[in-house]
């Protein structure tokens, strides 16, 4: 079984819907939880951090953290063309050097 | 404002050669980390080093992987006798401190072994 699961998509939305990515996860000792935006050739960028469990809003972006599920969502309102991209979710425990990424999810959000 | 700086973007060796990535971390940050993404896989940790130490190379393969971290100069993950298992792409990260939980990442190295 993997550490995170994520369902590769690819998924396809008109401009300006609500976006739901979600990830699940086997290891209960993970506490850090991260969503990261890919570009095309381009390196993972940071999005959103949460910790533990609860809900993040930023923006256009809601993190959301279900620890008794092992389930974390990413939730993008009133999407735009520029959303476009793979989503990547990763966490890790305390005091761990290395994050667990899922597979990524591939959005394309059309015009 | 430079963030993580990796070369060469894209790098072709022939199998049984070697392949030397090098990354330069953001500004300010003395903590490197190395990923590999597989194709359709996600990106899975190598190795975590410190100016002069390696701090965790956990994920690192046995033979003929090796990562390190100078007091000057880049960090060099170092590819030897290259397979072509080891096609992927190479992403180098920084942290200004310790905990993995932030880190930022640069544009990768695709390595493509002929």
């Known amino acids: 079984q993997k550490e995170v699961e994520q369902d590769p998509g690819p998924l396809s939305v008109p401009e300006g819907a609500i976006v739901s990515l979600n990830c699940t996860y086997s290891?209960?000792?993970?506490?850090?939880f991260m969503w990261y935006r890919q570009y095309s050739r381009k390196g993972p960028e940071l999005l959103m951090y949460?910790?533990?469990?609860g809900n993040k809003e930023d923006g256009r972006f809601t993190a959301q953290v279900d620890k008794s599920s092992k389930y974390i969502s990413l939730f993008i309102r009133d999407s735009q063309p520029s959303d476009s991209a793979t989503y990547l979710c990763?966490?890790?425990?305390?005091?761990?050097?290395?994050?667990?990424f899922g597979t990524g999810t591939r959005l394309t959000v059309i015009p | 404002n430079a963030g993580v700086m990796q070369n060469p973007r894209h790098l072709v060796r022939r199998r049984g050669q070697e392949a030397r990535l090098r990354c330069s971390p953001m500004?300010?940050?003395?903590?490197v980390y190395w990923y590999r993404q597989l194709p359709e896989e996600g990106l899975k940790f190598m190795v975590y080093?410190?100016?002069?130490?390696?701090?965790?190379e956990s994920g690192m393969p046995k033979e003929r992987f090796s990562a390190e971290f100078p007091k000057e100069g880049p960090s060099i993950l170092r590819i030897q006798q290259v397979v072509r298992g080891d096609s992927a792409a190479y992403f180098c990260?920084?942290?200004?401190?310790?905990?993995?939980?932030?880190?930022?990442f640069g544009s990768g190295t695709q390595l493509s072994v002929l």
């Open positions: 990763a966490m890790t425990q305390t005091g761990a050097n290395n994050l667990f």
């Open positions: 990260a920084s942290s200004p401190g310790t905990g993995g939980e932030k880190l930022f």
């Open positions: 290891n209960s000792a993970f506490q850090y």
């Open positions: 500004k300010g940050h003395s903590h």
């Open positions: 080093l410190q100016k002069e130490n390696i701090i965790d």
């Open positions: 949460t910790y533990s469990s």
